[in-house]
């Protein structure tokens, strides 16, 4: 991954608060030029600094009421890949993570409702070979979401 310098941290600092901010606010805030900005935000893009800019859409508005997160255990942690693949193909699984602790891996999924997460954990999930037993844990409420802070000093 490619340094980052401290007018790159203030950049992802204030991007980070609000992606939508116009580059020339930024570059007012940096003291650069607008150009600058424009540059610096397309090099931290291309090396995988920033690796998203979008709209989050509340799940909900789309009529999917629950968010659950499932423990997956496999037969062979090597079949991460192969599940991951079939995995991919669900579009309500919307995070997958290999992890360390009880589970092989750990996924985030929404679903409308319950007979709809019952199909997609008994049908979909459990149907993918390798998959040897699952453990669903409900979210109730998201009470916190953010991104990782940057911290930098600030420029003269």
């Known amino acids: 991954m490619e340094k980052i310098d401290n ?3 203030k950049i992802l600092s204030i991007l980070s608060k609000n992606a939508r901010i116009p580059f020339k606010d930024v570059a007012a805030d940096c ?3 607008r150009a600058a900005i424009h540059q610096r935000v397309q090099r931290l893009i291309d090396s995988d600094v920033i690796t998203g800019s979008g709209f989050d859409v509340n799940p909900k508005s789309l009529g999917y009421s629950t968010c659950t997160y ?3 255990n496999l037969e062979r942690g090597s079949m991460y890949k ?5 995995l991919d193909l669900i579009p309500e699984v919307v995070e997958c993570h290999f992890t ?3 589970y092989t891996m ?3 999924l929404y679903a ?3 007979e709809q997460l019952m199909h997609l954990i008994n049908e979909q999930l459990q149907g993918i070979p390798g998959v040897v037993a699952t453990e669903t844990l409900i979210s109730l409420e998201q009470s916190i979401k ?3 802070p940057v911290h930098f000093e600030e420029l003269d």
């Open 82 to 86: 192969d599940v991951v693949k079939r």
């Open 100 to 102: 360390t602790g009880p």
């Open 106 to 108: 750990m996924v985030k």
């Open 70 to 72: 499932v423990g997956i």
């Open 146 to 148: 953010r991104e990782i």
């Open 31 to 33: 003291g650069v030029s």
């Open 7 to 9: 007018l790159d941290k």
């Open 112 to 114: 409308r409702d319950n």
